[in-house]
């Protein structure tokens, strides 16, 4: 099969298109004929080196497409199911890919959609769950705007939380759109949410890493109110948590988006696509940092 992969660390013309060998499920597992793979910032990290030493390697972690073989064991789906989710070997850019954790694709959704949606979901649902956000709170999001950052302001909104999105103004119409309240990031950001909120806020989740810190704990009443996903050392000093998936998945909230999609309550889009040996340029695209929703890439059928 054709899959991405990089055998030295670098820029994203490291990155090639190499044949490997087929791979198959184990206990537990699915195979997939791969049509749509997502693309997420830890891409280029871990292609620069900065996550994983080991080399070459290969590249992806979500995927959506068809189930072409079962692993023992597997009697929740079928021969020819669209699935998504997420592909724990690190190789969904490809062909064929293993899935670990999966779900069917909701039928309103084409495979870029379904793609799109593990990481963020995922990774947004681990942080609320974290946090505690339920019905009737005020949770204020530190980077609103982004796949992560609208799909928590999603998901936040479904359990009844009142929710306070920080994004440039350019984008304020849209988290408008998904049923948070808009401020501006930057200095003065303190003042703005408590024009809003006048006693603070509940709960803080910085998706943005962008310092803030300081400012998300004096408004949400203190650090243990707090989590970011993006600022490592900003949490060790601050005795923030940092949410990371190796303590633990949310895997669960794959089965339970479809619903949320079907009735308009959650929607994740794709600003754009590009066929598998471009990777590189939707590497060039990502790490731009102009892009507001996915980057996916298209495999099979898919990219014909």
């Known amino acids: 099969m054709r899959a991405v992969r990089f055998s030295r660390f670098g820029g994203p013309e490291v990155l090639e298109i190499v044949d490997l060998p087929d791979p198959h499920p184990g206990p537990g597992q699915i195979r997939i004929a791969v049509r749509s793979a997502g693309i997420n910032a830890s891409d280029w990290k871990k292609r620069a080196g900065l996550m994983d030493p080991e080399l070459p390697q290969t590249m992806g972690y979500e995927a959506a497409g068809y189930v072409d073989e079962l692993g023992e064991g597997v009697t929740d ?3 020819g199911d669209r ?5 724990d070997e690190g190789a969904a850019q490809a062909e064929l890919a293993v899935l670990s954790s999966y779900a069917p694709v909701p039928p309103s959704l084409d495979f870029a959609g379904a793609a799109a949606l593990p990481a963020a979901v995922e990774t947004a649902t681990r942080a609320l769950d974290q946090l505690g956000v339920r019905s009737g709170g005020t949770l204020l999001v530190n980077g609103a705007s982004g796949s ?11 359990r009844g939380a009142r929710v306070i999105g920080t994004a440039g103004p350019a984008n304020h119409d849209y988290l408008r759109s998904l049923g948070a309240e808009a401020v501006t990031y930057g ?3 303190t003042d ?4 809003l909120a006048p006693d603070g806020v509940g709960l803080a989740l910085d998706v943005a890493g962008s310092g803030v810190l300081p400012e998300l704990i004096a408004l949400a009443h203190g650090p243990e109110h707090v989590v970011t996903l993006a600022d490592f050392s900003g949490a060790q000093e601050h005795g923030v948590l940092f949410s990371r998936g190796d303590s633990g998945r949310a895997v669960h909230s ?3 988006i479809g619903a949320l999609i079907e009735s308009g309550r959650f929607a994740l889009p794709v600003t754009r696509t590009f066929p598998l040996d471009g990777v590189a340029d939707a590497h060039r695209a990502g790490e731009s940092g102009r892009v507001r929703g996915k980057l996916v890439l298209l495999a099979g059928e898919q990219a014909g």
Do not use: D, K
Request: with cysteine; net charge positive; proline share 0%.
């Open 187 to 189: 200095e003065g950001l």
């Open 192 to 195: 703005r949410v408590r024009a």
């Open 77 to 79: 789906t079928a021969l």
């Open 254 to 256: 794959l089965g339970g």
């Open 83 to 87: 699935v998504f989710g997420f592909c």
């Open 148 to 158: 992560v950052g609208s799909a928590a302001v999603q998901l936040a909104v479904a």
